[in-house]
């Protein structure tokens, strides 16, 4: 059996749970290594894990993405590296159902960006990736042999999908560029410093919290796990002892069902499991077994020396102790939680990442100690927002209520689809939200876009996702104004039903090309958990003399259709946007007054408030169809949503009287 012995190691992720007591172990084990960890303290991170390193003069910190070419290279060069052990990736399935496409941007992309990098640098000897068990998908429940390393590959959820993914692109970088490359495929690791997103540390804190323990399913789904020092000294022997285009499952016989875990951690906290574990609704997706065969790990020297119950205690006990270094970890608490994994933080805890400090850059050589939080630091930054949309109607508009608010703005000066402007506003300006009101609607109306199809793409669709992604790697939500010009009446929906369309129902009017373009990217932008997207149908306010107002540009119209449609009152609305941000609503939500209201009836009030000597003359829609370029919209949105939010919400038509037709009334 050969022995390999490597000079200088670059970890990724090694401020994460299994690779920062990988790291620590060799740090402390071999001081004639150099260690240097790359990791870009994303919110399952944490710099308090690499404590134990923190003196060592062979343990170099560097703060950075894998997904940065240049650093990577600048990193292979300058330190000399000829061992890589890439450990750095999103890893829970909960959050791969919600934003998958951040897992193949880590999982896939960050991979593929160091495999280019060894290839173009030609120095490494060593190459170990660290894949998961649920590549293999689920294990029969009457299988008694695991799956071995030549097993075939079925992954199940996104997230082992990424990895499969990427274990594709480590194996093709060795066949095909003589990389020398490792891969190994591990079981469920517990122990102390995991972020309580994962089952065991989210059980003991509920515990320790006298909470109840939420259970996925009936809770029969079976999991082996191993103790994270077993499994630091398990790579231990796979970096030295390892065969080069070798795979290596780190895993153990020893299985446990979910409620089997539940109970053991009840029974170490004196609870009455009857009473302290609640069964909730399942994942999209639970695997019921992963089951590995190990003997080849054996092979090489390795075996599991930690026993469930000693390990369990262990844990418990460091979590007793430690029970705020993660900070506030509620949000990662509930029973499917969804992190926005962002560098530098999580969405529920904005103070993330102020309690320790460290240096980085080419001259770092070992991190700082840690500075903990003092009671200021709980301390919510004031409010400040950044608007795109300053010369566009609902722009101007929010700018004007901020300023009877109080509350500090500055429009944004980037364009929507010139990523690097909108990188500049946010570091020159620092808000705490983003409000999205630019876009193109056409002038004088959406016929404009059915002759100017690639600039309604450039800022309907590029730019409002350019915006989106800018503001996710900066932890920032984006209020996203948009439309629910989407939707048409159909037969489950018909006109007069008071049947409206739900915040989950699928667009369907295709008439137009603006509302192709906002269908499309409203579907995009679900991916992105950093987006709050209000739906406004038909905007109205009280300036009677602004052209963009419905009101005003029928009242103008030689002849005007008569149909009911949900509408936006500007006036009660625009406020709520603004709680809304500062309530960090996410999500999709109809942004219209509940119930609908016909032309007729609106041109009806403003005969009665505003000129008794009005007249129109109505049309139908074919009539209509001879004289507009493209259909229109018509339809009635389900605001219960909303209303739910915000009870104090008025009906369309109590609305448009209060904050439309009373103000202007003439006597």
Not at 152 to 162: E, I, K, R, V
Not at 420 to 430: E, F, H, P, R, T
Not at 613 to 633: D, Y
Request: charged share 25%; with cysteine.
């Amino acid at each position: 059996m050969s022995s390999y012995t490597p000079k200088n190691i670059l970890i990724t992720g090694a401020a994460g749970f299994i690779a920062s007591h990988a790291a620590n172990r060799l740090i402390r084990n071999y001081p004639d290594y150099k260690i240097v960890v790359l990791d870009k303290l994303d919110y399952c991170s944490n710099l308090k894990n690499l404590l134990p390193s923190k003196s060592s003069p062979n343990f170099k910190f560097v703060k950075g993405d894998i997904g940065s070419a240049d650093l990577v290279n600048y990193l292979l060069i300058t330190e000399s590296i000829d061992t890589i052990m890439h450990f750095a990736a999103q890893t829970h399935v909960d959050n791969s159902f919600g934003n998958s496409f951040e897992f193949t941007k880590n999982n896939i992309y960050g991979t593929h960006v160091l495999l280019e990098a060894c290839k173009v640098t030609g120095q490494i000897r060593r190459f170990i990736h660290v894949s998961t068990d649920e590549v293999y998908g689920e294990t029969d429940e009457d299988a008694v042999v695991g799956n071995h390393e030549a097993s075939q590959l079925l992954p199940t959820n996104p997230y082992s999908a990424t990895k499969a993914g990427a274990e594709m692109l480590v194996m093709a970088y060795g066949r095909s560029y003589g990389l020398p490359v490792i891969t190994t495929r591990g079981n469920n690791v517990y122990g102390p410093n995991q972020f309580p997103e994962k089952l065991i540390p989210k059980f003991i804190l509920l515990a320790m919290r006298g909470e109840t323990l939420p259970i996925h399913g009936d809770g029969s789904n079976v999991r082996s796990y191993l103790y994270c020092e077993d499994v630091a000294e398990a790579f231990e022997v796979i970096l030295h002892k390892g065969e080069v285009g070798h795979v290596y499952n780190i895993g153990t016989k020893k299985e446990r069902r979910v409620i089997d875990v539940a109970k053991d951690i009840c029974k170490l906290f004196s609870m009455d499991p009857e009473t302290s574990i609640k069964f909730v609704e399942n994942r999209p997706f639970n695997d019921q077994r992963y089951f590995l065969d190990d003997e080849k790990l054996k092979n090489l020297g390795w075996s599991e020396q930690t026993v469930w119950e000693e390990g369990l205690k262990k844990t418990i006990e460091w979590y007793t102790q430690n029970p705020e270094w993660w900070g506030d970890v509620s949000g990662a608490l509930l029973p499917h939680p969804r992190m926005l994994m962002m560098p530098g933080g999580r969405h529920f805890d904005s103070e993330e990442g102020k309690g320790t400090s460290f240096a980085s850059g080419p001259n770092q050589t070992r991190m700082v100690v840690p500075t903990f939080k003092t009671s200021s630091s709980t301390q919510k930054p004031a409010l400040k927002f950044l608007i795109y949309g300053r010369t566009g109607w609902i722009g101007g508009l929010l700018g004007q209520l901020c300023e009877k608010q109080g509350i500090p703005f500055e429009y944004g000066r980037g364009r929507l689809e010139d990523r690097s402007s909108l990188m500049a506003d946010i570091q020159n300006i620092k808000p705490t939200h983003v409000f999205n009101a630019a876009g193109v609607t056409g002038r004088p109306n959406v016929d404009w876009c059915e002759s100017h199809k690639t600039e309604t793409i450039r800022t309907n669709v590029a730019g409002t996702l350019t915006l989106a992604d800018v503001c996710r790697e900066h932890g920032l939500l984006m209020m996203n104004f948009a439309t629910g010009c989407i939707f048409e009446y159909d037969a489950g929906h018909p006109e007069g039903s008071g049947i409206g369309y739900k915040e989950e129902d699928k667009p369907n009017f295709t008439g137009s090309f603006y509302s192709k373009t906002k269908a499309m990217v409203e579907e995009l932008l679900k991916e992105y958990d950093n987006v709050c997207t209000l739906r406004v149908r038909m905007p109205i306010s009280s300036d009677l003399n602004n052209p963009r107002n419905f009101i005003t540009k029928i009242a103008r119209y030689n002849k005007v259709v008569n149909i009911p449609n949900s509408m936006t009152i500007l006036d009660e609305l625009l406020p709520i946007s603004i709680e809304m941000a500062k309530r960090n609503l996410k999500g999709i939500w109809n942004f219209t007054n509940p119930g609908v209201v016909s032309h007729n009836e609106i041109l009806e009030m403003y005969k009665t408030y505003i000129d008794p000597k009005f007249q129109w003359v109505n049309f139908t829609l074919e009539e209509q169809a001879k004289v507009i370029v493209a259909p229109r919209s018509n339809n009635e949105m389900d605001a219960s949503k909303l209303k739910n939010e915000f009870p104090d919400l008025l009906p369309i038509k109590e609305s448009l009287i209060k904050y439309v037709f009373e103000p202007n009334k003439r006597t």
